[in-house]
């Protein structure tokens, strides 16, 4: 009995020291520890202990000066108006890339243009010129005559993963720039091969007239895509919502390259159809050889299952034909593959990819 007492007395002592304490730290302020403690100022600012509020303000302020707005004039004449020429002018964004006035768009903002028009987010005004353009993914690179420009963030080694959230930026219906936030649905390929949807990235952030050729960003304010456009399809009756698309970040990089160097993207062609071949060998099998194509040169038949290009082993039909793709025209490669269960090789000559 006398040590249960003898605790009660400690724990009494200790609770009212405590309490005195915390009594003389509130009301004597100069008696608090110097430094950062997280338990004193719990105490004497109990607000502190909220959370600050979920934000992509420091991403938007890294990203949004090298998004800039387009606008591009056609000047038509036509019997309805007199024979009077007639100016429209089509919106869309675009992403400064390189700070020596490279320019990222959509083709389809600059289209057969006469006039094009850069305007950034500090109200200067250039004339673009256009120095290319890519019709499978709906890319095109202008030039602006400024140099010391914002530059989007970019790495190089960039990649996305469906749930990641990203951001849109753009001047969608010319209200101005603005963001709109969602997450990666999908991811698709970065090769050159030809496009399709599967290749873009899908989200669900809104994409809206005027947004195409903006940037997609992640939350660190990297660039990740160039958006493009939102999904449509024959049936108008449906109500399709939360399907936009954006160019991956590196192949956008890959098209603007061999823009800025060829003045259009070089493809390579090798003239088949393919399937992919799902067995204890990886590779694709042949389906079908273009006629006088450098696939029927190099004696490639129907049957064969290529497993290897170059020094590449194969995993799969995109695979492959984007290795061919990027591959520069009149380059010799070899090629390996079973015939009737027979490992044999052949050697041949990739040309360009007809526009």
Known sequence: MKLLAFLKYVVNALSYGIVLAIALLLL??????SGNSSLTNLLTNPNQAEQKPLSFAQAVSKASPAVVNIYSEKIETTPRYGGQPQTSTRLGSGVIMESQGYILTNYHVIQQADLIIVLLQNGQRYPGELIGYDIPTDLAVIKVNASNLPVIPQQVNQQSFAGDIVLAIGNPLNLGQTVTQGIISATGRNGLSNTSYLQFLQMDAAINDGNSGGALINTNGTLVGINSAKFTQTNIQLNIQGISFAVPYQLAY???????ENGKVVRGWLGISARDYYTDVKGFAIEGVTENSPAQ?????????IYQIGEHPITSISQALDIIAETTPNSELTIKMYRQSRPIQTQVTIVELAN
């Not at 004597?28 to 520890?33: D, G, K, N, S, Y």
């Not at 890959?254 to 800025?260: A, E, P, R, S, T």
Request: hydrophobic content about 50%.
């Open 254 to 260: 890959k098209v603007m390259q061999q823009i800025i």
């Open 297 to 305: 040169a190099a004696g490639i038949r129907v049957g064969d299952v």
């Open 28 to 33: 004597v302020p100069e008696l608090r520890p």
